[in-house]
C-alpha cells in the first residue's frame, strides 16, 4: 500500500486525525515493528581518520550487528579500554582535556569496535548546538599495540585508529525506521518507514495506527482497540516468522546417495 492508500484507510477510523498525527501514528506503529523484530536492516559507511578514536552514530540504532574495517570483519572489544581519548569540544567547560597523539601504524592491524550511547560532543558545547537536533551516540575503533599508551602513571594496549580512509568502515545493523518527510510521494509504497518493512507487512503498520487512534480520548473504544491491536500483535508475529526465514540456516536432511 502507498503512503496515500494507508492514511485514507486510518481515517476512515479516526476522521479526527491530523496529517501530523496520523503520520506519528504510523511511525510509532513501524518503530514497535522493527524493535520487536529487528525487520529494519541498512548499513552506515563513515570515514575513518588517524588518530580519532569516536565517530556520531545516530541513536536510531537496535541493534549493531557486525562491523567492518577496509572490508575486514573486526569483533567487539569486551569491556572499555582504560585511557580514553579525549575528543570532547575544547571550551569553557572541558578546557583541560588533551587528546592523545596520532598514532603510528602497527604491523599486526588487529581492531576492534567499541559503542557507547554518549554523544560525541558533551552538553552545552558550541559544536553540539550547532549540529542537528537529533541525539548521536559514538561507535570507537581501536587498535591492540602492547603498551601503546600511557597516562596518569597507567598503561593500555589499545590506541586510536591509525589509518585515514574513504568509507572504509562499514556498520551493518538494525536500525528504527526513517520518519516521513514533508516532501515525500505519498503515492509511493516506499516513502519514510515504508521503506524499512516489506509491503506485505504494510497493513500490520496500518493495524498499530488504528489501535493507537482508538485509545485517544476524543475516539476511545476499547473494544476496537483490543480487536486491532490484537490484530498488530500477530502481524508482529508474522514479521518475526518470516524474517527468521530469510535469514536462519534452516536444517540440512542428510541423504543416501
Not at 9 to 24: E, F, K, R, V, Y
Not at 178 to 187: C, G, I, N, R
Request: contains cysteine.
Amino acid at each position: 500500500m502507498t503512503k496515500l492508500q494507508i492514511k485514507e484507510l486510518l481515517a476512515q477510523h479516526h476522521p479526527h486525525l491530523s496529517s501530523t498525527l496520523s503520520d506519528m501514528y504510523l511511525e510509532q506503529a513501524a518503530n514497535t515493528i522493527c524493535y520487536k523484530t529487528d525487520a529494519s536492516k541498512r548499513s552506515i559507511v563513515m570515514n575513518s581518520i588517524a588518530g580519532q578514536r569516536w565517530y556520531n552514530f545516530p541513536m536510531e540504532a537496535i541493534k549493531i550487528e557486525a562491523v567492518y574495517f577496509n572490508d575486514v570483519k573486526i569483533p567487539r572489544l569486551i569491556g572499555d579500554p582504560i585511557i580514553d581519548d579525549d575528543e570532547f569540544d575544547n571550551n569553557a567547560k572541558d578546557n583541560t582535556g588533551t587528546a592523545l597523539g596520532t598514532p603510528t601504524a602497527n604491523v599486526e592491524n588487529k581492531r576492534f569496535w567499541i559503542y557507547s550511547p554518549y554523544k560525541k560532543h558533551h552538553e552545552g558545547s558550541t559544536t553540539e548546538q550547532k549540529e542537528a537536533e537529533r541525539i548521536q551516540a559514538r561507535i570507537g575503533i581501536v587498535e591492540k599495540v602492547n603498551n601503546s599508551v600511557t597516562r596518569d602513571g597507567r598503561t593500555s594496549d589499545y590506541q586510536s585508529c591509525s589509518i585515514t580512509g574513504t568509507t572504509n568502515i562499514r556498520v551493518l545493523g538494525s536500525f528504527i525506521p526513517k520518519p516521513f518527510a514533508s516532501d515525500d510521494d505519498a503515492t509511493k509504497d516506499y516513502v519514510g518507514p515504508l521503506s524499512s518493512i516489506p509491503a506485505e507487512f504494510h497493513e500490520v503498520i496500518l493495524n498499530g495506527a488504528i489501535a493507537r487512534g482508538y485509545k485517544d480520548p476524543t475516539n476511545f473504544k476499547s473494544d476496537m482497540y483490543q480487536f486491532f491491536n490484537n490484530e498488530f500483535e500477530m502481524g508482529i508475529k508474522e514479521i518475526k516468522k518470516s524474517t527468521r526465514t530469510r535469514t536462519g540456516t534452516g536444517f540440512i536432511r542428510p541423504q543416501t546417495f
